[in-house]
């Protein structure tokens, strides 16, 4: 809502401005963002696909009998998966700012199946899509206006 604002007040309020612009407060949409995320990249998981859509290789040869019964790449232990999807699993990366988020794993092996390496393709599972950016540039962009509003 428009409101005036005198000559005297006018150089605090643009400092601010700039502040709330330059330094959001959106820890919750980051968390909102952090939770999409996982969910999708629980679902690629499970669908065999990046964050962007594109579809895994297949795997070249069936899995042993005791070990991922549906041949779905990256899916024998899960362990790759839970580590980044479940908090507090292990080899879990999560952290939340007001400006931003980290989510990943410690898993050793994670980048030869995210770049791929030697005879293992690329198989990306970590990332953000399409929808989650839009989504994330849309409520920050919110969020910096209604804090901009209640200056």
Known sequence: MP???GIDELGDFLEKTAEATIRPECEDVMKNVLDLTKEQLFLGFQS???PGGAKWPALKRPRPPHR???NKPLLDTY???KSVTEEGAEDHLESITD???NLGTYVEYAGT???GRGAIPARPF???SETVQDLATDDVASSVI???DNL
């Open 3 to 5: 409101r005036d604002i």
């Open 48 to 50: 065999g696909t990046s």
């Open 68 to 70: 991922n019964q549906n």
């Open 79 to 81: 362990k790759l998966q």
């Open 99 to 101: 400006q931003g988020l």
């Open 113 to 115: 199946h995210q770049f």
């Open 126 to 128: 970590l990332g953000f």
């Open 146 to 148: 209604k804090q901009i």
